[in-house]
């Protein structure tokens, strides 16, 4: 199970931090990722890290600005927004796969939480 938790409304330029919280599987074992949806657009990766949390993945769009971490030993995975931009507004996913970490499998992966959802506005 993936339980996603932290989103809510934040001011442009502001800061969140996404948390998402593992049970029932071995989570040391697996790549980690967060994939967001916007209204009417397609599902989008947004960051993913390997099993040990030594290899970040970050798209473009929030390069520089977010930032992806894991705690194996609390089976948590994090991903900390800032300087969020209007455009960052979406249901946030964490999501869970075994094999290679990339952005492909992640996309493919159904075992995802509820999400949260992420407003940026003023």
């Known amino acids: 199970q993936l339980m996603e938790s932290g989103g809510g409304l934040a001011q442009p330029g502001g800061s969140l931090k996404l948390s998402c919280e593992a049970s029932?599987?071995?989570?040391?074992?697996?790549?980690m990722g967060w994939i967001r949806q916007a209204p009417g657009k397609r599902l989008e990766w947004v960051s993913m890290?390997?099993?040990?949390?030594?290899?970040?993945y970050l798209a473009d769009v929030v390069h520089g600005r977010f930032t992806v971490s894991r705690d194996n030993a609390k089976s948590t995975l994090y991903l900390g927004m800032d300087s969020l931009e209007p455009g960052d507004t979406a249901m946030y996913y964490c999501?869970?796969?075994?094999?290679?970490?990339?952005?492909?499998?992640?996309?493919?992966?159904?075992?995802r939480g509820q999400g949260t959802q992420v407003t940026v506005s003023s």
């Open positions: 029932g599987f071995k989570f040391s074992h697996y790549c």
């Open positions: 890290i390997n099993e040990d949390g030594g290899t970040t």
């Open positions: 999501a869970a796969f075994a094999g290679y970490c990339s952005s492909e499998n992640l996309l493919k992966s159904n075992f």
